[in-house]
């Protein structure tokens, strides 16, 4: 007995694909060449220190310092972000986040946040510290193509 074949369902739907925070390095690094910044340091180019002796102040020049970047790796077409967002879409703080399996156990957290929909991501883990001991990064580091893949991974999961 032979089982007539069946024709493709025409009521499976079509999922719309999320839509995509992209990155690409090479327009990082031809920004850079441009603009005559490949040797020179992340800190000293924006002007914002973290200072681990001064949290507050420490909290506030990771927050500036992380939306001067995220604004170049914008502007520069390294991120490009999906239709209808920009730079000002997202903004960025230094949280309180508890982690690992002890109560009490925390530490701070670079966040972005997405304005719309109020979604939050972590983009590192205790920026104070890690900030702090790569001031002297420059801005064609491997460092910084790092911080541009966390800041494109959590923008995206904040979508």
């Not at 970047?69 to 000002?88: K, N």
């Not at 979604?119 to 205790?126: A, L, S, W, Y």
Request: aromatic residues 10%.
């Amino acid at each position: 007995m032979q089982v007539p074949a069946q024709a493709p369902s025409s009521s499976k739907l079509l999922a719309t694909p999320r839509p995509q925070v992209r990155l690409d390095l090479e327009k990082w690094h031809l920004f850079l060449k441009a603009q005559g910044l490949n040797r020179v340091g992340v800190c000293d180019f924006y002007g914002s220190f973290p200072d681990i002796a001064d949290a507050h102040g420490s909290r506030q020049a990771i927050e500036t310092l992380s939306e001067l970047i995220w604004y170049d790796l914008v502007s520069s077409g390294a991120i490009t972000l999906p239709a209808g967002l920009s730079t000002s879409s997202f903004s960025f703080s230094v949280l309180a986040r508890q982690y690992g399996p002890f109560v009490g156990i925390g530490f701070e957290s670079l966040v972005v946040r997405n304005e719309s929909s109020g979604r939050e991501e972590i983009v590192m883990i205790n920026p104070v510290h890690i900030f702090n001991t790569s001031r002297k990064r420059k801005m064609n580091s491997r460092y910084m193509e790092g911080f541009a893949q966390k800041l494109r991974d959590a923008t995206q999961k904040t979508l």
